[in-house]
């Protein structure tokens, strides 16, 4: 069963960076892979999601320029680079494999990493 496993998070002040990673085992990367976050008292909800080449990309408003998902299938990872980061960014990050970027066709879940930003 493929398993998955984020890294990365943290604490940091508004407008700094952080890079989440999430490395796959126990298979390879699905075909779509997302990121999820859930915010304190809030749903999880997906934020960046990407197809198997790279080459096709969706994301939320709310981050859209600020976040960057990428993959690299020979290292059986996926990526999030945030930059930009805001207080209302404050969330468990969740990595996930699934088969569309819509958001209910995800299977599979890491466990999180929490991503902290604030002064």
Known sequence: QLELRESGGGSVEPGGS???????????????MGWF???????????????SNGRNTWSIGSVNGRFVISRDNTKNTVYLQMSRLKPEDTAIYYCAAGTSFKEGDYQYFGQGTQVIVSS
Not at 23 to 31: I, N, P, R
Not at 37 to 51: E, T, V
């Open 18 to 32: 952080l890079r989440l990673s999430c490395a796959a085992s126990g298979g390879t990367l699905s075909e779509y």
């Open 37 to 51: 976050r859930q915010a304190p008292g809030k749903g999880r909800q997906l934020i960046q999601g990407i197809n």
